[in-house]
């Protein structure tokens, strides 16, 4: 899976643990040096709702359901669009109980 970025080659990875409730309010990404490289998100365990907008906070973000196993992308001119996770909802995922694990791959250095 290359998803248009042949040569993206992530030096870190960060990992976030979500329990139903917890939400990550709109933000961008910008801790990263090398503004071609792409966001990469994998999402595991309970679905999410994840919320994708613009390069405005004021434009409205559509809504993505992710279950587990989906990846995200995102580069090019949306790698600094806003985007967050709507609070999640009560459940069990089979493999990791309540709790969702996000990992973003990403060309920090
Ligand atoms: C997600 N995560 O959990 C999206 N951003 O699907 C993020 O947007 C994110 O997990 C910055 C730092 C950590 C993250
Ligand atoms: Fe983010």
Known sequence: MRAGYE???PDA???NCYEPGARLSLHQDKNERDESAPIV???LGLPAVF???GLSRTIRPKRYQLVH???VVWGGPARFNFHGIAPLLEGYHPILGRK???LTFRKAL
């Open 69 to 71: 196993g989906d990846v």
């Open 51 to 53: 919320l994708f907008g």
């Open 7 to 9: 040569n993206f080659l």
């Open 41 to 43: 998100s994998v999402s």
């Open 13 to 15: 990875c960060w990992i």
């Open 100 to 102: 969702r694990i996000n």
